[in-house]
C-alpha cells in the first residue's frame, strides 16, 4: 500500500491564480480531511469527508473548495489562491476510527 | 468547544537529559480522544500515542512514556534519555468521539537536542 499520497510535493502560485492539491488513499478509508499548517498554529482542518459524496467544513474552509466522487481521491481546490493561503497542506485518511493516516505534505507558497 | 495548549514553544536540552513536553487539553465531551505526533525536519507526521478518555492509564514504550491526567486535563510526554534523533516538533491533539475524524491540534512544542 502506497498509504497516503499527495501531489505536488511543491508549488509557487500567483496571487489569483488556481490550482488542485490532490490527495489519493488506498487503504480504502470513509474518512479523509485535508489541514494546513501554518508557523505557530499548529495544523486546523480545513475540510473533510465521511465518505464519498458527503463533505463539511472545518475550522477555516474560506477559500477552499473540495469534493468526493470516488472514496480514494479528496481533491482540495484554491480557486483564487491568496499570500494567506501559503502554508504546508496535509491530506489525512481514516478508516472510521480514532486515527488518521497523514500524508506528506504539500508546501505551497503564493505570491 | 475544544482547544489543545502546548505553553512551551521551544525546548532545548543536551543528550541524555530527561525531557517532558507538557499538553493541556479543553473538552466539553465525556468521551474524547487524545493524541501525540511527532514531525521531524522532514516534515511528515508520525503518529506516536492515542488515549482515549476512559483509560487514565500512564504508558510507556521505550524511551517514550505518557501520563494522563483526566483531574488536570493534562496528557504530559516524557522522553527519557533524549537522543539527537528525537528533536522534532511535537504536536498534542484532541478529537471528540463523536467527531473523530476532527483533530485539534496544539501548536506544537520544538524539541532541540543537542549533542
Known amino acids: 500500500n502506497a498509504g497516503v499520497t499527495q501531489t505536488p510535493k511543491f508549488q509557487v502560485l500567483k496571487t489569483g491564480q488556481s490550482m488542485t492539491l490532490q490527495c489519493a488513499q488506498d487503504?480504502?478509508?470513509?474518512?479523509m480531511s485535508w489541514y494546513r499548517q501554518d508557523p505557530g498554529m499548529g495544523l486546523r482542518l480545513i475540510h473533510y469527508?465521511?465518505?464519498?459524496?458527503?463533505?463539511d467544513q472545518g475550522e477555516v474552509p474560506n477559500g477552499y473548495n473540495v469534493s468526493r466522487s470516488t472514496t480514494e481521491d479528496f481533491p482540495l481546490r484554491l480557486l483564487s489562491a491568496a499570500p494567506s493561503q501559503t502554508s504546508v497542506y496535509f491530506c489525512?485518511?481514516?478508516?472510521?476510527?480514532?486515527?488518521?493516516?497523514f500524508g506528506p505534505g504539500t508546501r505551497l507558497l503564493v505570491l | 468547544a475544544q482547544k489543545v495548549t502546548q505553553a512551551q514553544t521551544e525546548i532545548s536540552v543536551v543528550e541524555k537529559e530527561d525531557v517532558t513536553l507538557d499538553c493541556v487539553y479543553e473538552?466539553?465531551?465525556?468521551?474524547?480522544?487524545l493524541f501525540w505526533y511527532k514531525q521531524p525536519p522532514s516534515g511528515e507526521l508520525v503518529f506516536l500515542i492515542r488515549?482515549?478518555?476512559?483509560?487514565?492509564q500512564n504508558e510507556i514504550s521505550g524511551r517514550y512514556s505518557w501520563n494522563f491526567q483526566k483531574s488536570t486535563s493534562s496528557f504530559n510526554f516524557t522522553i527519557t534519555a533524549s537522543q539527537v534523533v528525537d528533536s522534532a516538533v511535537y504536536f498534542c491533539?484532541?478529537?471528540?468521539?463523536?467527531?473523530?475524524?476532527?483533530?485539534?491540534f496544539g501548536t506544537g512544542t520544538r524539541l532541540l537536542v543537542s549533542p
Open positions: 488515549r482515549n478518555s476512559f483509560d487514565e
Open positions: 489525512a485518511s481514516s478508516p472510521g476510527l480514532p486515527l488518521q493516516y
Open positions: 491533539a484532541l478529537s471528540e468521539a463523536k467527531g473523530f475524524q476532527k483533530l485539534v
Open positions: 487503504m480504502n478509508h470513509e474518512y
Open positions: 473538552t466539553r465531551d465525556t468521551t474524547y480522544y
Open positions: 469527508s465521511v465518505g464519498a459524496g458527503i463533505t
